[in-house]
């Protein structure tokens, strides 16, 4: 055997084995599982259907579920005042105006208001 075909078989040799390393190590691709239907129970929150309860609807529902106000525990005034502004200042809450948002409050403070801490 020539010293050129001995080179050429210990390349094919170690290219061989460099092959089967790699196959060994390789993550095995795990096929994913079909998706199967999940049953999520729809939430509907109806609040307190008095006063100005179609402005919270209106100005609330279209960024989150009502629950989020049914889930508060009785706040102070000041506490609902504070929460409908960072709607408005964080979140970006389209209430323009200080009537509405006024209404807004006061609604809120009449259906969970701590009234001992006002
Ligand atoms: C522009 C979108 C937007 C609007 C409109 C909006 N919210 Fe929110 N609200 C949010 C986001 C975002 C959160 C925070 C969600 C979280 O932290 O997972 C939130 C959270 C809340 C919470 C949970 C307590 C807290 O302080 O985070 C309350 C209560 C709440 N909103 C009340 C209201 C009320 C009342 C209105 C209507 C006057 C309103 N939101 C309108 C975006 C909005």
Redesign the pocket.
Known sequence: MSVRYFTLSVIVFLLVICACKDQQTAPAEIPAPPPEPIDIESVQTVLPQAGNVAL?EA??V???SLR??EM?PQLSYKAWEK??N??ITA?????RDSVTKQD?INY?YAIKGNKEEH
């Open positions: 919270i100005n609330c279209p960024c989150h989020y106000i508060q929460i409908v960072k709607m979140y970006g809450a389209p209430i807004i809120l």
